[in-house]
């Protein structure tokens, strides 16, 4: 009970911090261990039915999961019988009145770490490794990030895709509209030059794409002489990647749509994200290489003076 709205000191808040505490007290002796076991493990079955219905429905979107378990689990926790299960219990062992917002609270609290052992989502490296890129690299990742969707949109529309409208509507979302609002630094270069024609991505899309950008350099970054041949290993490596996968969960969180498709657009962003990465790379390379050939040529004598010294 040390969530803040606790301390806000009224009446009710003070009751629940009460029962909290005789609750506390009572399930630390030895002798009603074995009550406070058996409760526990019939709200968690309780609970878990919530869950279920969330692992089960692999044929929905999503989104349609999410709110089929939110709304079961708001169904038993406001049930007549899980009132019932609660007051029951309190008044037995606490012997104070229950108190609805004590055992709400605990249940919510219990459900959300059932939910993070079931759908485990670890903490985004991306965002800490986002502090190493310089201002130049944030606004160029953002500026670069507006071809993606503008390239697959005009792609995906000449072709006859069977779930081409369902592509063309996720597309779309990832696209600020005309009233934006959000403000970043990375965002400055396009404010500069925006003329009506560029296209600026909605901040999901820009966290989607830095978590590609840091997973995909250091295999650019390497010898590029084969990179043809890895090719499909490096965007699987993509696909795989725990902040991708963060960021475009967050992205993808309004769309109904099948989860294949959201994975077969995932998969189409990492290879052209893949394929515009690459060219600049070895662009690089390729400039890298010429310069350094014009040093040497430069640094070597010519013909007739090589001829006449030796």
């Not at 911090?17 to 630390?28: D, G, P, Y």
């Not at 043809?228 to 699987?236: A, D, K, M, P, T």
């Not at 350094?292 to 430069?298: G, M, S, Y």
Request: proline share 3%; aromatic share 10%.
């Amino acid at each position: 009970m040390t969530d803040e709205g606790f301390k806000i000191g009224s009446s009710k808040a003070k009751v629940a911090v009460e029962s909290a505490n005789c609750l506390i007290q009572w399930a630390a002796k030895p002798e009603n261990e074995e009550c406070f076991c058996k409760f526990s493990e019939l709200l968690v079955k309780k609970l878990e039915k919530c869950l279920i219905c969330a692992v089960t429905t692999s044929s929905l979107t999503n989104q349609k999961r999410r709110e089929r378990m939110w709304k079961s689990f708001h169904e038993v926790s406001s049930s007549e019988d899980f009132r019932k299960h609660w007051e029951t219990f309190l008044s037995g062992s606490t012997s104070t009145a229950p108190c609805p917002i004590f055992y709400q609270y605990v249940t919510d609290s219990i459900f959300n770490i059932m939910l993070k052992e079931v759908f485990p989502i670890s903490a985004p490296r991306t965002v800490e490794s986002l502090e190493s890129l310089t201002y130049i690299e944030k606004n160029a990742l953002r500026y670069a990030a507006g071809y993606i969707p503008r390239s697959l949109f005009k792609k995906i529309k000449k072709s006859s895709h069977q779930n081409k409208d369902e592509l063309l509507l996720c597309l779309d979302d990832m696209v600020q509209g005309d009233t934006g609002t959000e403000t970043d630094v990375s965002q400055d270069w396009i404010t500069a030059l925006n003329r009506g024609g560029l296209i600026n991505v909605t901040s999901e899309m820009y966290m989607v794409i830095c978590a590609m950008e840091i997973e995909l350099r250091p295999h650019l970054q390497k010898d590029l002489s084969h990179i043809s041949h890895f090719r499909h290993s490096i965007v699987e490596s993509i696909m795989v990647n725990e902040d991708v996968l963060f960021f475009w969960s967050i992205l993808s969180a309004p769309w109904e749509v099948e989860t294949e498709i959201e994975q077969e657009l995932l998969r189409m962003v990492a290879d052209l994200w893949m394929t515009v990465r690459g060219f600049s790379f070895v662009s690089a390379w390729i400039e890298k290489f010429k310069a350094l050939n014009k040093k040497t040529t430069q640094k070597s004598k010519g013909l007739r003076k090589t001829l006449g010294s030796s």
